[in-house]
């Protein structure tokens, strides 16, 4: 397949680029791709690349920067995976779309572990962006039969990742306390538990369900977790990291880094996805935490 990616300049884009050219497809478009926000630069974008397969990976991203300015998240998450859609729409050839979306989308669940069942709950700006974006593509599927699959994604870290999210901001402490640049080593709430998984597990999960669908195995409106089955506290994170880089330093708690009314444990079903694909994770959370410490040393070594 001739699989285009939006926003592949990003943390997921380029492991995604890589796990399709391993496999036998062909990445095309240009890179990071148009401003989604352009309808006519979306448009153009599509029809010079002419894809089998799209997928989806431009957005705002952040809760923080969406709660901050939620008018853009809209405009990008919602306002932008609709005017892809509607190029895709257009198109003669009309290419499966494979929307990223977002755990967010359940807010704080009730019961665990969660299913693609489970109730939706827009609690903040982004999540609801993220709530809107998927009834877009859903939409697509049900008003034009655009071949559309939603890949509500759990947490997912790994090389390549900025220093603002979680993971990669905590090796990034630790690093510096490794190279006895701080005596410090900050964290949030060390006692949440989320469902992480590696980058490249992710991408690997995005193309199966694309050759999926193609196959006629996965079916266009499908919305489906794409988790590990399995929570990790942030303690345990830590703790990892830091015997990876050999420190011994008790985590101080920085208020700034606790996110109010956050839910204690969040932890997915993949059942769908595995059943549809037969996909399963392969890399365990301590090389994951290793590829993470390794770029936040790279980073310091070059201050």
């Keep these: 397949m001739r699989i285009a990616v939006t926003g592949a300049g990003g943390f997921v884009g380029p492991w995604v680029i890589r796990d399709v050219a ?19 630069a979306v448009a153009a974008w599509l029809d ?20 901050a300015d939620p008018e853009r998240a809209l405009a990008i998450n919602v306002g932008g995976t609709r005017n892809l859609l509607d190029a895709a729409i257009a ?20 019961h665990l572990p969660l299913t ?15 709530v809107g974006q998927e009834a877009a593509g859903l939409d697509a599927w049900a008003r034009h039969s655009l071949p559309v699959v939603v890949a509500r994604s759990f947490h997912h870290t790994g090389p390549g990742q900025l220093p ?10 630790v690093a510096a306390v490794a190279a006895g640049l ?48 399995r929570s990790v ?6 703790e990892i990291l830091c015997r990876l880089a050999g420190v011994v330093v008790a985590p101080v708690t920085d208020p700034s880094l606790v996110r109010m009314g956050e839910p204690p444990e969040i932890r997915g079903d993949p059942s769908r996805l595995v059943a549809l694909t037969g996909w399963a994770p392969s890399i365990s959370l301590e ?17």
């Design 287 to 303: 090389e994951t935490l290793a590829g993470v410490l390794h770029d936040a040393r790279a980073h310091l070594a070059a201050r």
């Design 91 to 110: 198109m003669e050839h009309r290419p499966i779309v494979l929307i990223a979306g977002s755990v967010e989308v359940y807010g704080a669940p009730e």
């Design 233 to 238: 506290s942030i303690r345990t994170i830590v």
């Design 164 to 173: 603002h999210f979680a993971v990669p901001g905590i090796a990034g402490r």
């Design 22 to 40: 391993a496999h036998g497809h062909e990445a095309v478009g240009d890179r990071p791709g148009p401003d989604v926000t352009d309808a006519a």
């Design 116 to 130: 693609e069942d489970a109730p939706l709950h827009a609690a903040s700006p982004y999540s609801l962006s993220k």
């Design 48 to 67: 010079a690349a002419r894809p089998d397969a799209v997928v989806h990976l431009a957005s705002e991203s952040s809760p923080r920067r969406a709660a």
């Design 182 to 229: 701080s005596d410090t080593l900050t964290t949030g709430n060390l006692d949440v538990a989320r469902d992480f998984l590696d980058v490249r597990d992710v991408a690997r999960a995005y193309r199966l369900l694309l050759e999926g669908v193609a196959a006629g195995r996965v079916p266009g409106g499908t919305v489906v977790n794409v988790c590990s089955g």
